[in-house]
Nanobody
Framework: DVQLVESGGGSVQVGGSLRLSCVAS????????IGWGRQAPEKEREGVAV???????VYPDSVKGRFTISRDNAKNSLYLELNSLQPEDTAIYYC????????????WGQGTQVTVS
């Protein structure tokens, strides 16, 4: 079975930073398009970062220049660096692998809470 386990969430002040981590098992991420999404209360889940197999990254305008996605194939892990955090970034953040297009992924983690106040 494919499992994705996030960590690194927490509470941070406006303007602060966090680094989210996600360890994958059951699938080698070196061959996968990977990404992160988030879901705020009473809102639909939205994609915030995608990294393809040749390490080209895409971000929506809402986080461009503030969030950075990366991977460590040796650790089978992916990361999301969040900087200049704002209250509107408050959400549950999910890692994901195997892109299906249009910010959809085949496998998702269980999520980690990020609260900005």
């Amino acid at each position: 079975d494919v499992q994705l386990v996030e960590s690194g969430g927490g509470s941070v002040q406006v303007g602060g930073s966090l680094r989210l981590s996600c360890v994958a098992s059951g699938y080698r991420i070196s061959t996968a398009c990977i990404g992160w999404g988030r879901q705020a209360p009473e809102k639909e889940r939205e994609g915030v970062a995608v990294l393809n197999t040749i390490n080209n990254a895409v971000y929506p305008d809402s986080v461009k220049g503030r969030f950075t996605i990366s991977r460590d194939n040796a650790k089978n892990s992916l990361y999301l660096e969040l900087n200049s955090l704002q209250p509107e970034d408050t959400a549950i953040y999910y890692c994901a692998i195997v892109c299906l297009g249009n910010w959809r992924f085949k496998y998702w983690g269980q999520g980690t809470q990020v609260t900005v106040s």
